[in-house]
């Protein structure tokens, strides 16, 4: 037993957090300002935090991750880090030349109080930004939210200092993806395609975390939003940011900034939220819904039909991020699964609300578990209490899988290994039919597995 | 950049250095030209290490915490590792060093696949979190009931003024376990090194020496400086078993915490990564009498070397006797497997930009498949590590070093026992025995070769370019980067999940890992036919 020491027994924890369903914010801002093309994301701190987040990123998208740090020393931590940061803006300017450095900040530059937008509107001035290029900044203290809020952070971030209003509107979309994968925001980017729209999608991570292998590292990939539309999100008709805890805030600073409606809708995970997407999409923009996404949708209803029998009824452990969760719940419920127990680490008020409402009539005696403590470990010790037939989550749930002998399927971050999840998508109906595949397999690779001789059988 | 490299290869290094340079500000130029240095074996050059990481460079290293944590602290089961401060640090440190271990039973104590923290709030820097740690000390306890628990603490403990170790003594007093903290900052230091050392302290200060039991065997002995990445430490475990040499602990790999407690009972101390653990070895010998003295177990030579150091210190005909039967066990597979894997490799070249000892270590198994190493450096090494342990006292101790404490060691007034005379160390010394002394990597690499310290991104590309080696060893932040090069990159720090590459057995691993990697049929594939000869050909058709 990996994990010999999770008792059965569940005691009430209020200090101790073991195995956490969460990380902390700057590797969410870093993940972030990647999906701007041209960008080096900076982390405001002492070096560790860069190289752990950059190590994290790299290990989930197995791709380059570059990131610049202030490199705080102990001096810096006591007089400030004002200087390291007017020292990297010049240094990265020189030697890594991006049209954009993103700065976010860490648990030790907001203590010690950084204001990092003066540093930052004082290198403007000091003439320490050569013109035509940028610094952003966000907010990201490891103390606040989790990986999910310093995402959320820094696209507000992208809002507060790009978004522009002309007066006259653009006839574009604006799409706020939240935490998803390259492949996701690559899909959510064609679904949109096919209904005659081009969107602005921001942040667009494809492009820049599965970049082709030619030889040659492009430092600054092609893909990324550009700063052009960036700056053009002010002038769309309306945005529509998918999850309320990645995308919202942004959404809503758009607003505020550009008067551009926004509209909050959960991320496209599972048939019924790709199918309030696509109906919002299809209402607002006047688009009517092309024959070739009905057939899309038709497809992934019919393999529901047809497999029903093998999902009817089974058991489901799940942990991750609030937005993905919600919407993975909804299709659980939807294909006739069982959600039992759910953790995020990530603080969201409105969370077990929306998984309550969502499983009320087929769960009621759910168990779920928010913020604080919210961990793996009493994920664990729930399965121990009432056993299911599946779990869903990151990397770090195979150590519950193996030795409750559960299938995992692997889904959220990070996901360190296996590969396939920056290349497939798991949004829109195609995503759908990838995650029902892969609950499917892991359902009957386990029935042959664990069946008699004489009941092992060819067709299923 | 034709004054870099001529045709044939060979290659300019001063012209390689000023082309590495030359991309930066004036100010990071001469800083950077300091830490780059090309080898001369007649008069091993100066390098700045160990000096503040430049901000805005992109660099390999991590933190204080990492090193104190993640590296030294990580691999010992059964201790509780409660990380103090915000989430992030706790969760990165969680399983990603590959620390294996072996728990004697299914019910022995194994908290490796935990990860501990008080996830600190806004609230708890605002008004302090002594009061969670308190609790989640309480908490860990109450479920686990460990024999010791260490407490890290993060950037903004430091920083809020949290008394991790008055906490600690505190709640050691009032539980009666072992409780001690670890002033590991992430800002602490310039590098991972830092908190090596102080890890290194706070094992000496509090657990090291608090078990006198006596053990069986002859020949007794600690590894130091050993981590178990990828099974590393099994294999040496084993080896030592055969050989008839008992090891009372390894600091830290496959370790606990009574075998720390324990260690100070063994006889001699046999230093593998002399980077991050020289200071354990220099205060236990204060402290209690026992020699250290370098070895590797990192390639088959060195292996053999290290074993008969060993078997030479205790002087003993049987064990001396044993040892070289093992030896003569193991070279045959070892010369069969070179021999092989020598014809597709042998002239290929390699870099090595990784960690405090492995850039040195690792040289020894590409020379022993024919490959040369072109260029190397440390990540957080020292001048020592560079230059040999002899340039110690010329080392200039600057603002960031002084922060981290030095302990006052004394002999122990009751359990200090030199274990050799005077008389039987200068007898060893004179038959060639080394004690408390380290060769720097300089020592071992080709005249002209570059050594470069603390490698920045921009660099590391530029060295590709130029070089155009047949494998770059760094870690994982770097490794795909290379690849999109066209280069393959094999991790040393993870070893990319394969290994174990100690011993002979090991060394057998990674000459096929290479062979696997430099012969890969991927790289050749990366150009698409169209894309080989971009000339277009006329072509016409019947349209």
């Not at chain 2, 921009?458 to 080696?469: A, G, H, N, R, V």
């Amino acid at each position: 037993m990996l994990l010999r020491h999770t008792p059965e027994k569940i005691t009430d924890r209020n200090s101790l957090t073991i195995n956490p369903a969460k990380t902390c914010q700057p590797i969410g801002a870093m993940y972030a300002a990647l999906g701007i093309h041209g960008c080096l994301p900076h982390s405001h701190g002492s070096q560790g935090c860069c190289a752990y987040h950059r190590s994290t990123l790299t290990r989930h998208y197995k791709e380059p991750v570059m990131a610049a740090t202030s490199a705080f020393t102990e001096g810096s931590a006591v007089f400030g880090g004002q200087a390291n940061l007017i020292e990297a803006f010049q240094n990265i300017f020189k030697i890594y030349n991006p049209d954009i450095i993103a700065v976010h900040t860490t648990c030790l530059s907001e203590t010690i109080g950084d204001d990092v937008g003066q540093i930052v509107r004082a290198a403007h001035d000091d003439g320490k930004i050569p013109t035509g290029k940028h610094v952003i900044h966000c907010n990201t203290p490891s103390y606040v939210g989790s990986h999910v809020t310093g995402f959320s952070n820094m696209v507000k971030g992208m809002v507060n200092y790009f978004a522009e209003s002309s007066g006259r509107r653009n006839g574009r979309i604006n799409i706020i993806p939240g935490w998803v994968e390259p492949s996701d925001m690559r899909e959510i980017r064609r679904l949109v395609k096919e209904m005659g729209i081009n969107p602005i999608i921001f942040p667009d991570t494809s492009g820049v975390l599965d970049a082709p292998q030619t030889g040659k590292h492009i430092f600054y990939p092609k893909g990324g939003t550009t700063v052009s539309d960036l700056k053009n999100t002010g002038d769309s008709r309306f945005t529509i940011a998918l999850g309320e805890v990645a995308s919202k805030a942004a959404g809503e600073a758009l607003t505020a900034k550009c008067q551009v409606p926004c509209h909050t809708l959960d991320l496209p995970i599972g048939l019924e939220a790709t199918d309030r997407f696509i109906d919002m999409i299809s209402k607002l923009a006047c688009v009517e819904v092309p024959g070739s996404i009905n057939e899309e949708r038709g497809q992934l209803v019919d393999v529901i039909t047809d497999m029903q029998q093998y999902l009817y009824g089974k058991k489901v452990a799940l942990f991750g991020d609030p937005d993905q969760l919600i919407s993975l719940t909804e299709f659980l419920i939807s294909i006739d699964m069982r959600p039992t127990h759910i953790v995020t680490g990530t603080p969201y008020k409105g969370f077990e609300e929306r998984i309550r409402s969502i499983t009320k009539d087929v769960v009621p005696d759910i168990n779920i578990k928010n913020g604080q403590c919210a961990d793996m470990f009493l994920l664990h010790q729930w399965i121990k209490n009432d056993p299911v037939d599946l779990l869903i989550g990151n990397t770090y749930g195979k150590y519950i899988a193996r030795d409750e002998d559960i299938p995992l399927i692997r889904f959220g971050f990070p996901i360190m290994d296996r590969i396939g999840h920056t290349y497939f998508p798991s949004v829109g109906y195609k995503g759908a039919l990838r995650l029902l595949e892969k609950i499917l397999s892991a359902f009957m690779d386990r029935q042959d597995r664990d069946s008699k001789e004489e009941s092992f059988e060819l067709v299923m | 950049m034709d004054n870099v490299s001529s045709k044939n290869n060979n290659f300019n290094p001063t012209a390689v250095k000023d082309e590495l340079l030359k991309i930066y500000p004036v100010k990071v130029l001469r800083k950077r030209s300091k830490s780059i240095v090309i080898n001369d074996n007649e008069a091993t050059p100066e390098i700045q290490a160990n000096v503040r990481t430049i901000p805005g460079i992109i660099s390999q290293r991590g933190c204080s915490y990492a090193g104190c944590k993640g590296v030294v602290l990580g691999p010992t089961r059964d201790i509780v590792n409660l990380t103090h401060g915000p989430i992030g640090c706790g969760f990165y440190s969680w399983l990603t060093r590959r620390n294996q271990t072996r728990p004697p039973t299914d019910s022995s104590e194994n908290y490796m696949p935990y990860c501990f923290s008080t996830d600190m709030q806004e609230n708890e820097i605002v008004f302090g979190g002594e009061k969670k740690l308190r609790m989640a000390i309480q908490e860990a306890y109450d479920l686990f009931h460990p024999k010791a628990i260490g407490i890290f603490s993060t950037c903004p403990v430091g920083l809020i003024g949290d008394d991790v170790h008055a906490v600690a003594r505190e709640m050691s007093a009032t539980l009666g376990i072992n409780i001690f903290g670890f002033s590991c900052e992430g800002y602490k230091g310039v590098s991972q090194s830092a908190g090596h050392h102080i890890a290194n302290n706070q094992l000496f200060k509090h657990v090291i020496g608090k078990n006198d039991q006596k053990h069986e065997g002859k020949f007794k002995i600690n590894l130091l400086g050993e981590y178990n990445i990828g099974g590393d430490a099994f294999v040496i475990e084993e080896l030592l078993k055969r050989c008839g040499i008992t090891l009372v602990t390894t600091f830290s790999g496959n370790s606990t915490y009574d075998q720390f407690a324990n260690s100070h009972m063994a006889d001699l101390n046999a230093v593998m990564c002399h980077r991050s653990i020289n200071y354990v070895a220099d205060m236990i010998e204060k402290k209690f009498g026992i020699p250290w003295i370098k070895v590797n177990f990192i390639g088959a030579a060195a292996t053999a070397k290290a074993l008969r150091k060993i078997a030479a210190y205790f002087g003993d005909a049987e064990l001396i006797n044993r040892v070289e039967h093992v030896i003569a066990d193991e070279l045959e597979a070892v010369r069969l497997a070179q021999e092989d894997v020598r014809t597709r490799c042998a002239g290929k070249r390699a870099m090595l930009f990784v960690g405090g000892s492995r850039a040195h270590h690792y040289q020894e198994l590409f020379k022993e498949i024919g490959m040369e190493v072109v260029a190397a450096g440390y990540e957080f090494g020292h001048r020592d590590d560079y230059e040999g342990r002899a340039v110690l006292p010329t080392i200039k101790v600057d603002a960031d070093s002084r922060n981290i404490e030095e302990l006052d060691v004394e002999a122990d007034p009751l359990r200090y026992e030199p274990r050799r005379t005077v008389e039987q160390i200068e007898t060893l010394t004179n038959s060639g025995m080394e004690f408390k002394d380290y060769d720097g990597l300089m020592n071992d690499m080709a005249e002209g070769s570059l050594v470069i310290d603390d490698i920045s991104h921009s660099e590391m590309e530029q060295l590709i370019d130029i070089y155009k080696p047949s494998v770059f060893c760094a870690g994982i932040k770097e490794k795909y980067a290379v690849q999109k090069m066209g280069v393959p990159c094999k991790q040393l720090h993870s070893y990319d999940y394969g290994g174990p590459y100690a011993g002979f057995e090991g060394a057998i691993n990674y000459y096929r890992e290479i062979d696997r990697i430099v012969n890969s049929r991927v790289w050749a594939l990366i150009k698409a036919p169209w894309q080989k000869y971009p000339e277009l050909q006329a072509c016409y058709t019947t349209a």
